[in-house]
């Protein structure tokens, strides 16, 4: 069983959608969140971290549940350039990250 | 814009051929790593070190080696280049502070060996 796994893809939606991406991690000493975003043919780049709390970055809703050891990610009104693939990231205490193989995201007009 | 950077961006080598990556980054972050990924696939931790003088193997065999003699300096070396070495090489940092760190990216390097 991978550290981190996530939803398999792709997903294709229109404009305008509403999409949810779901990570689950199995190191129950995890302590760090992030879902990073990734273009066609360029280096990953941090879209949001995630709280215990959960948080929101427009758009963006991302978050944490402890208990289950997963997280998730939902974007709202969905945009052509929302188009990407979307990596779930867990650190340890020790910093070392985990990514998951992602899940691509194809918004279509 | 993260100060990491990676060269060459793209390398055509022979077979056999000894090559060395390079990544350097000006953030003063203690860690680094190197990632290999092809395309359209995920992302695999080949290499990593959490300071000068100290490297680890990552979740993926390669072999590839690693130094880390400076701090900003992190170069991926291939003995004897491979067509199966073919692929997108990723360098990345992040900062000691316990756990909550973003991780920085550079663009990659591309390599095919033919």
């Known amino acids: 069983r991978k550290e981190v796994e996530q939803d398999p893809g792709p997903f294709n939606v229109p404009e305008g959608a509403t999409v949810a991406f779901n990570c689950t991690y199995s190191?129950?000493?995890?302590?760090?969140f992030f879902w990073y975003r990734q273009d066609c043919r360029k280096e990953p780049k941090l879209l949001m971290s995630?709280?215990?709390s959960g948080n929101e970055d427009g758009r963006f809703t991302a978050q944490l549940n402890r208990a289950s050891q997963y997280i998730s990610l939902l974007i709202r009104d969905s945009k052509l350039s929302d188009s990407a693939t979307y990596l779930c990231?867990?650190?340890?205490?020790?910093?070392?990250?985990?990514f998951g193989d992602g899940t691509t995201l194809t918004v279509k007009p | 814009e993260a100060d990491i950077y990676q060269t060459p961006r793209y390398l055509v080598i022979g077979t056999g051929k000894k090559i060395t990556l390079e990544c350097s980054q000006t953030?003063?972050?203690?860690?680094m790593y190197w990632y290999q990924q092809d395309p359209g696939m995920e992302l695999h931790l080949i290499h990593y070190?959490?300071?000068?003088?100290?490297?680890e193997k990552g979740d993926l065999s390669s072999e590839s080696t690693v130094s880390r003699i400076r701090t900003e300096h992190f170069p991926l070396t291939l003995e004897s280049a491979r067509p199966s070495h073919t692929s997108q090489y990723l360098c990345?940092?992040?900062?000691?502070?316990?756990?909550?760190?973003?991780?920085?990216f550079g663009q990659g390097t591309r390599l095919t060996v033919v």
């Open positions: 990345a940092s992040s900062e000691s502070r316990g756990a909550n760190t973003e991780a920085f």
């Open positions: 190191n129950s000493a995890s302590q760090s």
């Open positions: 995630v709280y215990s």
């Open positions: 990231v867990v650190n340890t205490n020790a910093g070392k990250s985990t």
């Open positions: 953030m003063g972050h203690d860690k």
């Open positions: 070190s959490y300071g000068v003088n100290s490297t």
